[in-house]
């Protein structure tokens, strides 16, 4: 089993009365990757901040590789990387200038330096604007920079905060990719999300925040299984349509959730085999021309909507 790298225990952040983030707890260990998820206010900004030192706290603590941030902050800065939500960087820079210029403080000698900026500008898709001034760069652009000064030094832990914001569909496809390639190096990575479709392909970890507290927290299985244990979701395909299928479906029981569209239906019901079975063989009986049905996968938009909180960024 690989080490604990990230390790937040009863985090508590206080502003006056108001309270943002409330008793967090999770650990992470090489190979993690953790999705958090939440509405505006529930503490995701705050909670990353804090893990990095860049947040005061009001209780609890934050290690990283043992160190704890407030104690030790020169040996947590060797060992993590964080990409806020908004990056700042040098505007009258280059790219190739700035990036340089990260390495510089980080004490990295300049072959290797100049060897892990070339890896890294290829690898995010700005080779082409290494000489380009970093005011003249687009948000998504700036924000794939951003993503290379972090991963620069090779941190062990990595902290995003909506990194994939500014990004094209064909950005956010390789910026998957990427992040997959993070876990399978074995770094803990963290990222702040509300694109959730994305988080499912990468994400090994799921937590989803509610006022500064954790209302689910697991793995992405867990999280999304936790949907309903009992009941999951139907797609039903019909042969044709046909204008009365809502009362046939209706007749079968009273209690049957379904919505139609078309020749598409989608339904809840008992996720037990045998009772699936049975509901479609009376299907079959009332006349109803099924072509298609199967169970649909629970996945974390469910997950997200059963939470009960309103909406997600």
């Not at 948000?139 to 094209?168: F, I, K, N, S, W």
């Not at 044709?240 to 209706?250: I, Y």
Request: aromatic content about 6%; charged content about 25%.
């Amino acid at each position: 089993m690989s080490e604990t790298l990230l390790t937040i225990e009863d985090l508590r952040v206080q502003y006056g009365r108001f309270v943002a983030v409330d008793g967090l707890s999770f650990e992470m260990r090489g190979g993690d990757l953790l999705g958090m998820i939440g509405p505006n206010g529930a503490g995701k900004t705050t909670t990353l901040r804090a893990a990095c030192g860049l947040q005061p706290i009001t209780a609890g603590s934050v290690r990283v590789m043992g160190y704890d941030v407030f104690k030790h902050p020169t040996e947590v800065g060797q060992h993590l990387g964080f990409t806020p939500d908004e990056p700042a960087a040098y505007e009258t820079l280059t790219v190739t200038e700035f990036l340089d210029f990260i390495g510089d403080c980080y004490g990295l000698p300049p072959s290797a330096c100049a060897e892990r900026i070339d890896h890294w500008l290829a690898a995010l898709w700005l080779t082409e604007k290494r000489a380009s001034k970093v005011r003249s760069l687009s948000r998504g652009m700036r924000q794939r920079l951003a993503v290379a000064r972090t991963l620069l030094p090779d941190p062990h832990v990595v902290l995003m905060d909506e990194p994939a914001a500014g990004l094209d569909p064909g950005g956010r496809v390789q910026f998957r990719q990427l992040l997959a390639s993070l876990r399978d190096q074995g770094k803990a990575v963290v990222v702040s999300s509300h694109i959730l479709a994305d988080l499912a392909e990468y994400c090994t970890h799921v937590l989803i925040m509610e006022r500064g507290r954790a209302i689910r927290y697991g793995t992405v299985d867990q999280v999304a299984g936790a949907a309903s244990h009992e009941h999951c979701r139907y797609r039903l395909v019909l042969a044709h349509t046909t204008g009365d299928v809502a009362n046939r479906l209706e007749s079968l029981d009273e209690g049957l959730q379904f919505a139609v569209a078309g020749d598409v239906i989608t339904l809840e019901y008992e996720r037990e085999r045998a009772a699936a079975a049975d509901l479609l063989a009376r299907m079959i009986t009332a006349g109803i021309p099924v072509a298609e049905f199967r169970p649909l996968e629970p996945d974390l938009e469910e997950a997200y909507l059963r939470s009960g909180i309103g909406q997600v960024d």
